[in-house]
Every structure is written in structure tokens, then in C-alpha cells.
Nanobody, 123 residues
Framework: QVQLVESGGGLVQAGGSLRLSCAAS????????MAWFRQAPGKEREFVSA????????YYADSVKGRFTVSRENAKNTVYLQMNSLKAEDTAVYYC????????????????WGQGTQVTVSS
């Protein structure tokens, strides 16, 4: 069982930055692929970024590539999402998720989810 708690969301002006954190419980954090998804009002949940268990590979949605950076510290059971050059269209609830499967871009592949943290970007 893995429990995930996100933090770091808030209100920021367009062009600004935020850093999201996701703290995980459990002794097997370093075995999981970790990802960030987001869901805007009236839209489906969408993949944002993922990082492999070892942290050696990262993946990004085209919409955030070059602006967002995912990282993890397995010793601290924490994954991060650094978000720079934020745009109004990045406004959403951001969720942290964990899976042992490889299809990192599919929300259905994730077994554990956090409660989400709101990110609002004002234009």
C-alpha cells in the first residue's frame, strides 16, 4: 500500500513558477514509476510527466516539454514537479500517482493516487 500526499500548489501569475511535491508512504517507493497528471474543470485527466523508479528516465506531455521538470529523491520518498513559464492553460488540479506497470502515460495503469493540489495561473 502506498499513500501519496501532494503539496506546493497555489496561485501564480503567467510566466511564474511553482514546485509541486508528492510525499509517499511505504518502504517500496523506489520500486514505483511515479507520475503527475492534471485535470482541468470539464476536462479529462491528462498525463503531464513521469519518472522511472530509478529516476534515470523521464517523460513529458508535449504541452509541458521544456517548461516542466520531474525529479525524485528515493531516500526521501518524494517526487517533485518543477513548473516554469506557467501559462493559464496549466490551471488544473495536479495529481501524483504511482504504478509498477510500464504504460506510464495511461491513468488507468496507476494503482495509487494522491488527493490533488490546485494550481491556478492568472493571465
Amino acid at each position: 500500500q502506498v499513500q501519496l500526499v501532494e503539496s506546493g500548489g497555489g496561485l501564480v501569475q503567467a510566466g511564474g513558477s511553482l514546485r509541486l511535491s508528492c510525499a509517499a508512504s511505504g518502504r517500496t517507493f523506489s520500486s514505483y514509476v511515479m507520475a503527475w497528471f492534471r485535470q482541468a474543470p470539464g476536462k479529462e485527466r491528462e498525463f503531464v510527466s513521469a519518472i522511472t523508479a530509478s529516476g534515470t528516465r523521464t517523460y513529458y506531455a508535449d504541452s509541458v516539454k521544456g517548461r516542466f521538470t520531474v525529479s525524485r529523491e528515493n531516500a526521501k520518498n518524494t517526487v517533485y514537479l518543477q513548473m516554469n513559464s506557467l501559462k493559464a492553460e496549466d490551471t488544473a488540479v495536479y495529481y501524483c500517482a504511482a504504478t509498477l506497470r510500464f504504460a506510464y502515460w495511461l491513468a488507468a495503469q496507476y494503482d495509487y493516487w494522491g488527493q490533488g493540489t490546485q494550481v491556478t495561473v492568472s493571465s
